[in-house]
């Protein structure tokens, strides 16, 4: 297995672009989430996906659009960034979203607004 | 609201256990006590957790207090590679409860 897997690593871009940042997992996890981590602080929850098809929104999900349209994938847009969405994003799945399951970390994806 | 309270940095030997301390005074009966960690630039990664009951795997220990209001995360043997950033997170076990990052003890190990 891949576990979670992350794409770009790394991306630039000008104030008002669009993007998407890729997500994908192949444990057949139901639950996938998206986090930014700014420097010096934890993570927070900007939106996450419960299966297919369902999506909410986390602590901090204004600027960010996600859709789950298979169990594999859960992509986060931006679809207009600003310099205050620099971060770093990570995604994580878990089997399902009791307490006794872990939620695996992709690698992240570091991403500079300009 | 904070749900855990975690020193910012801690060293420790390499060599020696690193007990990691948490305090949650405020867990109710059905949260479970979580630990993870991050390494420089790395993922978050999954390291125990627990109820009430102390847990030993291959990476750690979790000793939680018998009023749940605490607890330790004992690495035995540090090394190097356990320089990290070390979060405590509590989380009840139903509904769509997430985990909650909050800023975590910066572990050092020192050769």
């Known amino acids: 297995n891949a576990g979670v897997t992350q794409t770009p690593k790394f991306q630039v871009l000008k104030t008002g672009q669009s993007m998407t940042l890729q997500c994908a997992q192949d444990m057949n996890h139901e639950y996938m989430s998206w986090y930014r981590q700014d420097p010096g602080m934890g993570l927070r929850l900007i939106h996450y996906?419960?299966?297919?098809?369902?999506?909410d929104q986390g602590e901090v999900p204004n600027g960010y659009n996600v859709s789950r349209s298979t169990t594999e994938d859960f992509p986060l847009r931006l679809l207009s960034a600003a310099p205050s969405q620099t971060s770093v994003y990570f995604c994580?799945?878990?089997?399902?979203?009791?307490?006794?399951?872990?939620?695996?970390f992709g690698p992240g994806t570091r991403l500079t607004v300009l | 609201d904070a749900k855990t309270t975690q020193p910012t940095s801690m060293d420790c030997a390499e060599g020696r256990a690193a007990n990691l301390p948490c305090n949650h005074s405020?867990?109710?009966?059905?949260?479970?006590v979580y630990w993870y960690r991050q390494i420089h630039s790395q993922g978050p990664q999954y390291i125990i957790h627990g109820l009430k009951n102390n847990e030993t795997n291959e990476m750690a220990s979790l000793i939680i207090t018998e009023d749940r209001k605490s607890s330790t995360l004992i690495l035995p043997h540090a090394t190097l590679r356990d320089t990290a950033v070390y979060y405590c997170?509590?989380?009840?076990?139903?509904?769509?409860?997430?985990?909650?990052f909050g800023t975590g003890t910066r572990l050092t190990i020192i050769p």
């Open positions: 996906s419960v299966g297919a098809g369902i999506t």
């Open positions: 405020t867990i109710s009966g059905n949260e479970y």
């Open positions: 997170i509590v989380r009840f076990n139903f509904g769509n409860e997430k985990l909650t």
């Open positions: 994580a799945s878990s089997l399902a979203m009791t307490s006794a399951d872990t939620q695996y």
